[in-house]
Structures are given as structure tokens and as C-alpha cells.
């Protein structure tokens, strides 16, 4: 594993989520803008996820029922990030965005038990330690027990590709890193 990996890794487990104040109705603008911002800026050493909290719900209109999503707190965007002058500047400056919360112009970090009773997962970058050609064990899913060649590993993305044996034909399949195990 690269040392750039590492300390992304590291970085990503001392990062804090964050509840941005946005325009109503703009938080999916706003977590686009601040994804662009971070691809194009290079800024993903200190900001690893932006999340709109979302719920599912039931609507039934003429008999019809549909499944809709709906936003736990219009308004608002919660960002992981590690907070710093650059950082900080970057995301308050973003088109939508009118502040953070907090006290002034000092964020306030969310608590863990807070970010639980959100319901937004923690995800950290796991430390994987694969290379292609390596055979994995797929540990969830709906290839659950199959075992596989790796192709190719996409640390962004936390996936991997795998050539799995179906119906005696090698398939090419992409799991999260939590759906595999190294053999």
C-alpha cells in the first residue's frame, strides 16, 4: 500500500461530520458543488463525504402506492470533513451554502452518537491490502461464497472487479471492499 493511501486513511478517521446550512431546496446543488469542488481543487485529503439525509416513505394517490424519498432536515447537508483554513473557506464559499452551524463563524462538529442517530454510516476508507491477480472470497451479496480473481481495484470508490466463475463462464462482477475477504 502507498504511503498516499495510508495517510488518506488515516486522515479519513480523524475527519469530523459537519452540518453545512444551505438554501431550502438547493441541498442536492450544494452537495454537488462541493463534490466538483473537491474533485477539481485536489481537496480530498480533508473533505471525504457529503451526505443529504434522506428517508423513504409511502405515498398512495389514487389507489397507487409509490415509494418517494423525502429530506430529513430541508435545509441542511452534513460534510466529513478536517476542518482548516482552506477547507473551511472552500465549503463556506460554496453557490448555496449560508453557513455552518456552530456558534459565529466556528463550525461545530456533529458527536458520534449524533452522526448514529442520524443515520448516516461512518464510512472510512478500509485498509485493504489486495493487488490483481489475487484470489478473494466474496463474504455478502448476492455472489455470497463465490470465490474470485481480482482485475482491478478502485481505491475512490472503495470497489474492486472481480472475475467470478458462473455457469462455468468466468463473469466480471464490482463488490465494495466489505463484500470481500483476501484469501
Known sequence: MTDKVESRVDRAKKAKWYVVHTYSGHENKVKANIEKMVENRGMIDDIFEVVVPTEEYIDTK?????????????????????????????????????????????????????????????????????????VIKVTTGPFENFMGTVESINLEKKKVKVFVSMFGRETLVELDFDQIEKL
Open 62 to 134: 389514487g389507489g397507487k402506492k409509490k415509494v418517494k424519498e423525502r429530506k430529513l432536515f430541508p435545509g441542511y447537508v452534513l460534510v466529513k470533513m478536517i476542518i482548516n483554513d482552506v477547507s473551511w473557506y472552500l465549503v463556506r464559499n460554496t453557490r448555496g451554502v449560508t453557513g455552518f452551524v456552530g456558534p459565529g463563524s466556528k463550525p461545530v462538529p456533529l458527536t458520534d452518537e449524533e452522526v448514529k442517530d442520524l443515520g448516516v454510516q461512518d464510512i472510512t476508507l478500509p485498509s485493504i491490502d489486495l493487488k490483481e491477480k489475487d
